[in-house]
């Protein structure tokens, strides 16, 4: 049931940490989150939590590296909702780490096809539907590693990298359309995909290395992106919002 007061949002890795309380704080300022993950017990729990704030989300199974799968999804949503005021591309993640020299190609490009040309081809989908609206939102995510490096990461920070250039060059293709174009970049975040890398010690050590003493919890990340999504950035367009304790000061 479409409700012309919600401002519809698709949330891309809906089902994920950071995308859960993404999509669970957008309702508070209005947004109906429609979820985009390719995991569907993990978004389907992310449908449960906004039921019990009383929205009516749906889930779309796709890859977001798929550009059919992608295509149809946002064809379903426009077709569905009538419009999309907002994007938040957050399905992604390092997926695979190694030395140079041992990166297999399809590993590397594997991760490149997540995190960046997932964000170009849901950008791309989404486009057609605010330009006609001449309004719209985008935020892209990227990473404490897409400005530092990390050994093992090529792929990983080369992507992230990527898409603050993605944006910002979407950004200036776009503002004439009314459609903003903004990056977050969380540090380490405590979602279930990082902290299964860390024992319980290291990751208190880890912790202890950021400034405000504390990893990120994904309602800091979400915080970021309410305030991205919302009225208070209208003049802000291709910009990097680093949310991370302090971890990376660019
Ligand atoms: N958690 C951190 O420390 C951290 C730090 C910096 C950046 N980030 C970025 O934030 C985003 C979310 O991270 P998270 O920690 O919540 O990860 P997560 O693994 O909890 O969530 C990612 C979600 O994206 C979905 N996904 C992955 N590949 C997909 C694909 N091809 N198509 C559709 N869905 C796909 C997964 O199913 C998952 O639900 C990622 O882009 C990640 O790179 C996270």
């Given amino acids: 049931m479409v409700n012309a007061m919600e401002k519809i949002a698709v949330v891309g890795g809906g089902g994920g940490g950071i995308g859960r309380a993404v999509a669970s704080r957008l309702c508070d ?67 695979y780490a190694h030395l140079i020299q041992d990166f297999p190609l399809s590993e590397w490009l594997a991760v490149i096809a997540v995190n960046l040309k997932g964000t170009f081809l849901c950008c791309q989908a989404a ?20 400005i530092t490096g990390g050994a093992t990461r090529t792929a990983y920070a080369a992507s992230k990298a990527g898409v603050i250039g993605f944006s910002k060059s979407l950004a200036h293709e776009l503002a004439p359309h009314g459609i903003r174009v903004n990056t977050i970049a969380p540090g380490r975040t405590a979602t279930a995909r990082v902290m299964r890398n860390y024992t319980p010690e290291s990751w208190a050590a880890s912790e202890r290395e950021i400034p405000m003493g504390r990893a990120g919890d994904p309602a800091d990340i979400a915080e970021g992106v309410a305030f991205l999504a919302s009225p208070a950035s209208a003049y802000m367009t291709g910009q990097t919002l680093h949310v991370n304790g302090g971890m990376v000061l660019p």
């Fill in 29 to 95: 300022d209005g947004f109906l989150p429609l979820l985009l993950d390719q995991n569907e017990s993990a978004g389907t729990e992310t449908l449960s939590v906004l039921a019990a704030k009383g929205r009516a989300s749906k889930l779309w199974v796709a890859d977001v590296s798929n550009r059919a799968q992608v295509r149809e999804a946002f064809d379903n949503v426009v077709s569905n909702y009538g419009r999309i005021d907002l994007l938040v591309n957050l399905a992604g993640g390092t997926m």
């Fill in 127 to 146: 486009i057609p539907t605010m330009k006609r609206q001449s309004s719209g939102s985008m935020i892209n995510t990227s990473s404490n590693y897409g």
